[in-house]
């Protein structure tokens, strides 16, 4: 369980989100700009909020009034940027593998094995990043944040730079891995259909604050249509 | 050509290939740091320290040389220290030509660094701390690697400012053929003597062969290491 509380103001954006997600998969909808990325970046640790509380399970990640800030790379937050970010100078393998090497995990074991598998990655270990896909980049992007053995899943729109047919190739893949690995995930959208094939609940974003708040199903119809 | 050299202009060559060798590798530590730091670093006497690393570039050779000799002479305070407890002498010796080199080439060096290491993508330093690694890790792992056609460029660069440096070298360590006499400091002399026409020009054919070699080597694996990213 994902807990949240925080006020945190940048450029013309004024943030302020409280809420428990309970998941397993949480979508965080709404338009571009209001906040959405922003706050997966306070969640990850890659910015900190001026005030609140940020807790994951039993772990206190941020609080501001006791100065507690877990720096990111010990939150065990695995992120799938919108932008994929996968290291240009290594091999598909290395960039699988980065993650779970730093953690020291086996790197050749079942875990290994199955995300190979729910990805379709095998065909591109030796490959680099410039001769990739799209599609393929953001499904090796996933294999990498899910064998560091994350404990949250982060995705920021994973699908927003991809064609209509690519997204449903992308999307089945994310199903797979909902189903088949218990990772929790918050995953940022602006799509209705991705929201409708993926979560459970839903928090809609309006310029920073939680507009809404609830179970996907009674929350989906009260949606604003999306770009996509 | 080669074999046409006198013992003392193939002294000249190998003295300044070794001196220009150790002044690259020796600085290229220090230039990594230096490049780091002004790249990345906010902290006070930032632009003092960017300032200090550029003075070579804009001091005349022959005042950096003078500078060199008052602090690294064998009454200098720093040349004094470094005798008694290191044994290292500077003046009229080779590592003080290497010495001279090194610092000239230094801006050179922690310049094409230094923007080699801000060309690197900040958010891909961001993913690496997702994924566990820390700053040293992350540095290592990822932004040394994107950064090497700089480093590379950089080293490449101070190696052929070594290879042609003159007034810093000649100030502070002379002229001394076998000792501190190197390819420019050669030249100058055979081109001060009368019938050292041929001579002269036989090194400056030298020098210019050794650039030329030292442009294409870095040209190649430069060229290697992009085709590694694309």
């Known amino acids: ?228 | 050509m080669f074999a046409a050299l006198t013992p003392e202009e193939w002294a000249a060559l190998e003295l300044s290939l070794k001196v220009a060798t150790v002044a690259t590798l020796a600085s290229l530590p220090a230039g990594l740091a230096v490049a780091c730091l002004l790249a990345r670093g906010r902290f006070p006497g930032r632009s003092v320290l960017d300032a200090l690393v550029h003075l070579p570039l804009i001091l005349p050779p022959v005042v950096t040389g003078y500078l060199l000799l008052l602090a690294f002479g064998r009454k200098g305070p720093v040349g004094a220290w470094l005798e008694a407890h290191f044994g290292l002498v500077f003046s009229f010796r080779w590592t003080g030509a290497a010495l001279a080199a090194a610092v000239m080439g230094f801006p050179l060096m922690v310049r094409a660094i230094r923007l080699s290491i801000e060309a690197v993508d900040r958010r891909l330093e961001q993913a690496a701390g997702t994924l566990g690694a820390g700053r040293i890790l992350t540095f290592l792992l990822v932004t040394l690697p994107l950064a090497l056609p700089g480093i590379l460029a950089g080293s490449v660069l101070a190696f052929a400012k070594a290879m042609g440096e003159f007034g810093a070298t000649i100030t502070f360590v002379a002229n001394i053929p076998g000792e501190t006499q190197t390819l420019p400091t050669a030249i100058y002399t055979f081109t001060q003597v009368p019938g050292g026409d041929a001579a002269a020009m036989r090194l400056v054919l030298i020098s210019v062969a050794v650039s030329v070699l030292a442009l294409v080597l870095s040209e190649w694996l430069a060229r290697g290491l992009r085709r590694r990213m694309d």
């Open chain 1, 1 to 228: 369980m994902l807990e949240i509380d925080i006020r945190h103001r940048v450029g013309a954006l004024n943030l302020a989100v409280s809420l428990r997600a309970e998941g397993p998969v949480t979508a965080l909808f709404g338009r571009s700009g209001a906040g959405k990325t922003t706050l997966l970046n306070l969640i990850a640790g890659l910015a900190a909020p001026d005030s609140g509380r940020i807790a994951l399970d039993a772990t206190v990640l941020f609080d501001r009034r006791k100065g507690i800030d877990v720096p990111s790379r010990r939150r065990r937050i695995g992120y799938v940027f919108q932008d994929a970010r996968l290291f240009p100078h290594l091999t598909v393998k290395q960039n699988l593998l980065f993650g779970r090497w730093l953690a020291r995990l086996p790197l050749s074991d079942r875990a290994v094995e199955q995300v190979l598998v729910l990805l379709d990655l095998a065909p591109l270990l030796a490959r680099r990043p410039a001769h990739l896909s799209g599609g393929e980049k953001q499904r090796v992007a996933l294999g990498r944040a899910l064998l560091a053995s994350p404990r949250l899943l982060l995705m920021d729109e994973p699908l927003a730079s991809l064609d209509a047919e690519r997204k449903a190739e992308i999307l089945a893949h994310l199903e797979a891995v909902r189903d088949e690995i218990g990772i929790p995930i918050l995953y940022v959208s602006h799509s209705r259909e991705e929201v409708r094939r993926l979560a459970h609940e839903v928090a809609l974003i309006e310029r920073g604050q939680l507009a809404a708040f609830g179970p996907a199903a009674t929350l989906l119809p009260r949606l604003p249509e999306g770009e996509a």
